[in-house]
Each structure stands twice: as C-alpha cells, then as structure tokens.
C-alpha cells in the first residue's frame, strides 16, 4: 500500500521524481546478482513487488 501511495502525485514536478526514482531502481535491479529459486528473502519479495508497479506505472504513462 506504501509503495502504491507513492505513486499518488500532486503535481508534474512530483511524477518526474518518481519516475526518475523507480528507473535508478530499476537500472539497480538489472544489474544485480539473481536470487537463487530456492531463497525467497523478504528484501527479493519485496524488489519483486516493486518491479510490478514500476511495470503497472510504464503501463499508464
């Protein structure tokens, strides 16, 4: 829910920072090491989740 709420902008200026936010993010996530199948840590859950609404935003712009 924190994460969805994040995305709630009030202004342009606000979306832009998001946006630039979730890419470093993104651009982080790509570069770093894969989690095994057979560890599910919250912190890869959580990345995971993350990934989806970056995903669910590129969706909407």
Do not use: K, N
């Not at 840590?41 to 995903?55: K, T």
């Amino acid at each position: 829910d924190s994460m969805y709420d994040r995305t709630q902008w009030h202004s342009v200026a606000e979306q832009q920072a998001c946006l630039q936010e979730e890419a470093r993010f993104l651009l982080e996530f790509l570069h770093s090491e894969a989690v095994s199948a057979h560890t599910a840590s919250i912190d890869h859950l959580q990345r995971m989740a993350r990934v989806r609404l970056c995903l669910d935003l590129a969706a909407d712009l």
